[in-house]
């Protein structure tokens, strides 16, 4: 097992060895380790320069480039604790974000939205980069809070979840040593930067290995392409939306992979099918959790796979299925799926649960015991998991329960169906009735797919309305935001009638 050390010696190695090597590739160029080390000693000191000190918190609201990775590890090395607030984001979510971390200093792209004393323009922080300061030297301990990260949720309100340095560094450390990484590794990442599990699976992955994270700027079909094939992108990760226009375009080249991730939302087998067929590659669909954070399960390397499943349970981690009184089920057998330390084998004990929630200025303390994901699955004797739903929109019609994930894996099995959300509508006499809405490139006869449904499931959960939309509302990770959902179809729906 590797010794995880703190993020402010993560790139010692590679400086030691190889400090003229790519460490960072992005938009506005390219960043030695040597660079990069430079780079984050500046933005470290600029940050203290603006009064951040150890335990403050440091919010960033920039694009996929260069600055958000150096101002990242800057932080990393004055104990400062890491937000990012999406630049997508409306005004008012913006602002959420920042209202629930009451960050010392926010960084502020072109596209943040938030007006306020902490904030500092590119150009007031491309004075203080220039101005080559230093930080004095900071004890950090390994445990203690380093970034938030907040939950998409099924609520609406995010979550505001706590991590060490320790539980930043571990995921690229277990995947750098299972999946045989090295110095070649070019992992490609599209998501959003300002998202911590993003940060996790970029530059302090590939610094715990000696390769290259490449930043991607653009997320639609043509740019992904285009970065994978002109970077050499080895590994890249992305949302099964992604996957889905890619499997559409046999013609761009992606030849440089070893590798394809899907995440964020559930990766059909028809999906995985399509990609393969189209570029030879088997898609590696995982499971990940802010709370954990990021890979969870992952398919191992190469093409095996199984129907339905997310993947292998990463060593770190021991994850079951319990009922609902707590009490843990053998393999494979159906419940709310929670986590723990693994006990056992080369990674036993490295693990620590996520410090808690960031509430008024303080860190409230999770809850002891296995942590419980909300999600309904099942986790055979191999560690092969599976996930049904999220527990909380399970659909109740008559007293039976209705689990959307399993209906919309029917759904996306038809060829034109980019994406699909599947949620309840009221009923007077029911409770609740099954809804679909979803997107295709073409006009889909509704007969057709409630055949497909009633062919592969019982009927009471084939879907009694549907609608075709031109787009669902998703969040930065590709995942269709549930609250408000039955509102914003039913527009949809208005304004075609009007148009039509």
């Known amino acids: 097992m590797t010794t995880l050390r703190t993020i402010d010696t993560v790139l010692d190695t590679a400086l030691a060895e190889r400090p003229d090597a790519p460490a960072v590739e992005a938009a506005s160029g390219i960043w030695s380790y040597a660079e990069l080390d430079d780079q984050a000693r500046r933005a470290s000191g600029a940050l203290w320069s603006l009064g951040v000190r150890p335990g403050d918190r440091v919010a960033a609201c920039l694009p996929n480039d260069l600055d958000i990775v150096a101002a990242f590890h800057g932080a990393q090395r004055i104990g400062a604790i890491w937000a990012g607030i999406g630049e997508t984001l409306a005004v008012g979510e913006q602002e959420q974000i920042r209202d629930l971390c009451d ?10 939205r938030i007006d306020a004393p902490e904030s500092v323009d590119g150009e007031h922080w491309g004075s203080l980069l220039a101005a080559d300061i230093s ?47 090295g110095p070649d590794l070019r992992k490609g ?17 590939t610094a715990q290995v000696g390769g290259c994270s490449v930043i991607m700027n653009r997320r639609d079909v043509d740019g992904v392409a285009e970065w994978i094939s002109t970077r050499r992108v080895t590994v890249w990760n ?48 995982t499971y990940g959790l802010t709370e954990a954070p990021t890979v969870v399960s992952i398919d191992p390397p190469g093409r095996q796979w199984q129907a339905g499943s997310s993947g292998r349970v990463q060593p770190q981690y021991d994850v079951a299925a319990y009922d609902d009184d707590g009490a843990r089920l053998p393999p494979g057998e159906l419940g709310e799926l929670r ?51 999220r527990k909380k929109l399970v659909i109740i019609r008559g007293g039976a329960n209705i689990y959307p994930l399993e209906v919309e894996r029917v759904i996306t099995t038809h060829p034109d169906v980019a994406r699909v959300a599947v949620y309840p509508v009221a009923d007077d006499r029911l409770g609740q009735r099954v809804a679909a809405a979803f997107e295709s490139p073409v006009q889909l006869d509704i007969g057709t797919l409630d055949a497909l449904c009633r062919r592969e ?20 990770m590709g995942k269709v935001q549930r609250p408000g959902l039955a509102e914003y179809v039913d527009a949809q729906r208005k304004l075609l009638q009007v148009d039509t």
């Open 189 to 205: 990442d599209s998501f959003p930067l300002t998202i911590l599990n993003l940060m996790i699976l970029s530059t302090l992955l």
């Open 135 to 181: 930080a004095p030297s900071v004890d950090i301990d390994i445990d203690t809070p380093a970034g938030i990260a907040f939950t998409s949720g099924t609520s609406g309100t995010p979550k505001a979840v706590v991590h060490s340095q320790r539980n930043l560094l571990l995921p690229g450390a277990v995947l750098g040593a299972t999946r045989g990484w």
């Open 103 to 112: 960050p010392k200093v926010i960084l502020a792209g072109p596209k943040c």
């Open 457 to 476: 499931l019982s009927p009471y959960k084939v879907p009694e309305s549907w609608t075709q939309v031109a787009k669902l509302p998703v969040n930065a």
């Open 339 to 389: 986590l723990t330390g693994a006990t056992s084998g080369p990674w036993a004990d490295a693990w620590r649960p996520l410090l808690g929630y960031w509430e008024n200025g303080t860190v409230l303390q999770a809850e002891s015991g296995a942590f419980a994901t909300g999600d309904v699955g099942t986790v055979d004797a191999d560690g092969w998991l599976t996930v049904l739903d």
């Open 238 to 285: 992305g949302a099964p939306a992604q996957l889905y226009d890619l499997a559409r375009r046999s013609d761009v080249d992606l030849s440089s992979l070893r590798e394809v991730w899907s995440g964020g939302s559930d990766t059909s087998d028809s999906l995985r099918d399509e990609f393969a067929r189209a570029h030879g590659l088997t898609p590696r669909a």
